[in-house]
Each structure stands twice: as C-alpha cells, then as structure tokens.
C-alpha cells in the first residue's frame, strides 16, 4: 500500500493549498465565488493568524492537505479539539485508501487522544459518505437565512 507523508505547510506553499482548495470548492458544489487569487490571500490571512495547513505527500507529490485549528473543548475545558476546516484528497488519487490515511496518520502524529470537528456541506453527499464510513457521526444541524 501507498503511504502518505504529512508535512507541515508554510506560506511557500500558499499556492498549491489555494490550488487544492478551489478544487475541493468544485467538488463540495460550495457556492464560495472567490478566485484564486482570493483563495491564495485567504490562505495566507489563515497561515499568519492561528490556523495551521498540512500537505498530504505521496513520495514527492502533494496528493492533497488539510487545514485546522486547535481549539478548546467548549464542554471539557482540559480537553482539546481539532477543527478540520478543510481537507482534500486530488481526484486522481481517490479510491485508494489515501483519505482515510491521511486522517489516521493525522490522529496519531498531530491530534492524539483530541477530538475531531468538521463541517460537510449538504451539497456534498459523497463527502458527507466518506466522513461517516470513516466514523465521524452528525452532531448538528447548521442553517442559513440568506438576505
């Protein structure tokens, strides 16, 4: 089997996060509008506050990443809480095992014994699929009232 190296991202590598992101943008059927050039100074503002990226690596190439922030477990404040804003896989690697990887070798080398968090838009079922099959359950519904 394949196996994924995960390497910390830095702002030299805004661009092929930004890349990826209007990729998953497509894929999830988000209604975000920006451009890549918006995507790359977005990317930057998370990098230089208290977000933090890593590239999923399949021997030299970045096969995909995920974007995070450390946060306090609003119930359990000796607790720590992971919430994944963003992670991707590139289409061309998918079906192979790679998502569910990136995710363990997550949960072992950077978010030990800490909870998970992310958000599944309702226009991306497939997505919605892979976060279940891999043991992720819905917690709450969030609604929109647009003006």
């Given at each position: 089997?394949?196996?994924?190296?995960?390497?910390?991202?830095?702002?030299?590598?805004?661009?092929?996060?930004?890349?990826?992101?209007?990729?998953?943008?497509?894929?999830?059927?988000?209604?975000?509008?920006?451009?890549?050039?918006?995507?790359?100074?977005?990317?930057?503002?998370?990098?230089?506050?208290?977000?933090?990226?890593?590239?999923?690596?399949?021997?030299?190439?970045?096969?995909?990443?995920?974007?995070?922030?450390?946060?306090?477990?609003?119930?359990?404040?000796?607790?720590?809480?992971?919430?994944?804003?963003?992670y991707?896989?590139?289409?061309?690697?998918?079906?192979?095992?790679?998502?569910?990887?990136?995710?363990?070798?997550?949960?072992?080398?950077?978010?030990?014994?800490?909870?998970?968090?992310?958000?599944?838009?309702?226009?991306?079922?497939?997505?919605r699929?892979?976060?279940?099959?891999?043991?992720?359950?819905?917690?709450?519904?969030?609604?929109?009232?647009?003006?």
């Amino acid at each position: 089997m394949e196996t994924l190296t995960v390497i910390s991202a830095q702002l030299n590598d805004v661009h092929i996060l930004s890349q990826m992101n209007k990729e998953l943008i497509e894929d999830e059927k988000s209604d975000n509008p920006m451009t890549l050039e918006e995507l790359n100074d977005r990317m930057t503002d998370f990098l230089n506050n208290d977000w933090k990226a890593v590239l999923l690596v399949l021997g030299e190439q970045a096969v995909g990443y995920a974007l995070y922030q450390e946060r306090e477990d609003i119930n359990n404040r000796k607790n720590k809480t992971f919430y994944i804003r963003q992670y991707f896989i590139r289409r061309q690697y998918r079906r192979r095992g790679l998502g569910k990887q990136g995710i363990d070798k997550l949960r072992t080398e950077l978010f030990q014994n800490s909870m998970l968090i992310i958000d599944v838009l309702e226009s991306n079922p497939m997505g919605r699929r892979f976060w279940e099959e891999i043991g992720f359950n819905s917690y709450y519904t969030n609604m929109r009232l647009n003006p």
